[in-house]
């Protein structure tokens, strides 16, 4: 028996030597970068006129739509992004993994506005419905939303590169 717990020492021994010690190293994560895909124009349903412009990025993938704004330190407040959605219906967003406050807007097929969600806080996993039926979201940095004078009923135009 002391034989066979001396080889079962052995065989530990020999493991222990021969298993690698990596340092702990920090996790480096890479900055996302803002690719410009498309433009986008809010015009104004009562005066028919300009309220703002946006160089955006598009998400509609999955993978795309899932991950949206998420781990971004800052967005230049002439950027946004604008998801497009398979179908017009009640729209579901959060702030899980997005570092930077959001104002959100919810937009028909007819490209209405139909609702917003205004100074969504980082982090928050709350669920930030569009309470109307929406096929397009718009994020925008928060405040931007009211300082631009935007409302439900203005129109959206966008083109992609």
């Known amino acids: 028996m002391v034989k066979f717990g001396k080889v079962i020492l052995l065989v530990f021994a020999i493991v222990l030597v021969s298993c690698k010690t990596e340092s702990k190293q920090a996790l480096k ?23 703002a ?25 002439d950027r946004g992004m604008l998801f497009i959605q398979p179908s017009e219906s009640l729209q579901y967003f ?11 807007i919810y937009i028909n097929t007819g490209m209405k506005i139909v609702s917003f969600q205004k ?9 930030l419905p569009s309470n109307a039926p929406a096929k397009y979201v718009l994020e925008i940095n928060a405040g931007l939303s009211d300082q631009l004078g935007l409302q439900v009923g203005d129109s959206i135009t966008f ?3």
């Open 29 to 51: 994560t890479e900055t996302i970068s803002f690719t410009k895909e498309g433009e986008l124009t809010v015009m104004s349903t009562e005066t028919d006129s300009i309220k």
């Open 53 to 77: 412009n946006f160089d955006i990025e598009i998400a509609e993938t999955e993978y795309e739509t899932q991950t949206g704004l998420m781990y971004r330190k800052s967005m230049k407040e």
């Open 94 to 104: 959060y702030m899980k993994n997005t570092e930077i406050p959001l104002d959100i």
């Open 119 to 127: 100074n969504a806080e980082p982090f928050n996993e709350n669920t």
């Open 159 to 161: 083109s992609r590169n």
